[in-house]
T-cell receptor
């Protein structure tokens, strides 16, 4: 199973870009990278996902390295409401149910 | 569209009591699942269903039952509540595709005394 490694916490100034890194060195070629966030104890909120190419949506951008061993989630203009725990997940390609949420990165957006 | 709706939001039970946590979705997703999240930990899969009439166990199924009689509903039953089942419970749904994100409800916070 591909596991992920994320920093425990990060700080970001309001209005600046937040770049959240994730290492997934054992990822297989057909496994997707997903990003979620969780604010307080609300349900995890889907942000973005990708396989090989960089992706962008209204919330964020996802940059995946060419070797696919790491990725970066970019929140282009962080606001105080982006303070949350961010989870990087590699979806198991052999077991549809395996969607491991690790410890994530606590992003603190400061005024 | 409401997405994924969980009820109740909060529940307190005494040891040995039973109850059902409700999950309903209006997204027409085949796959539904239940997770629990304990303080400072990630989510752990309890049970899941790939379609009406089909259910299976996740990694922590003991003490819980599920059924899936319709596409929309996937209730989770606690047969005899124990303090170890104090947790936040999340229901999640998606299409049956690795390219389909899980969509979560807002959770049920359960305390067993």
């Amino acid at each position: 199973d591909a596991k992920t490694t994320q920093p425990t916490s990060m700080d970001c100034a309001e209005g600046r870009a937040a770049n959240l890194p994730c290492n997934h060195s054992t990822i297989s070629g057909n496994e997707y990278v997903y990003w979620y966030r969780q604010i307080h104890s609300q349900g995890p909120q889907y942000i973005i996902h990708g396989l090989k190419n960089n992706e962008t949506n209204e919330m964020a951008s996802l940059i995946i390295t060419e070797d696919r061993k790491s990725s970066t989630l970019i929140l282009p203009h962080a606001t105080l409401r982006d303070t949350a725990v961010y989870y990087c997940i590699v979806r198991d390609s052999y077991n549809f149910n395996k969607f491991y949420f690790g410890s994530g990165t606590k992003l603190n957006v400061k005024p | 569209n409401a997405g994924v709706t969980q009820t109740p939001k909060f529940q307190v039970l005494k040891t040995g009591q039973s109850m059902t946590l409700q999950c309903a979705q209006d997204m027409n997703h085949e796959y539904m699942s239940w997770y629990r999240q304990d303080p400072g930990m990630g989510l752990r899969l309890i049970h899941y269903s790939v379609g009406a009439g089909i259910t299976d166990q996740g990694e922590v199924p003991n003490g819980y039952n599920v059924s899936r009689s319709t596409t929309e509903d996937f209730p989770l039953r606690l047969l005899s509540a124990a303090p170890s089942q104090t947790s936040v419970y999340f229901c999640a749904t998606c299409l049956r595709s690795y390219n389909s994100p899980l969509h979560f409800g807002n959770g049920t916070r359960l305390t067993v005394t």
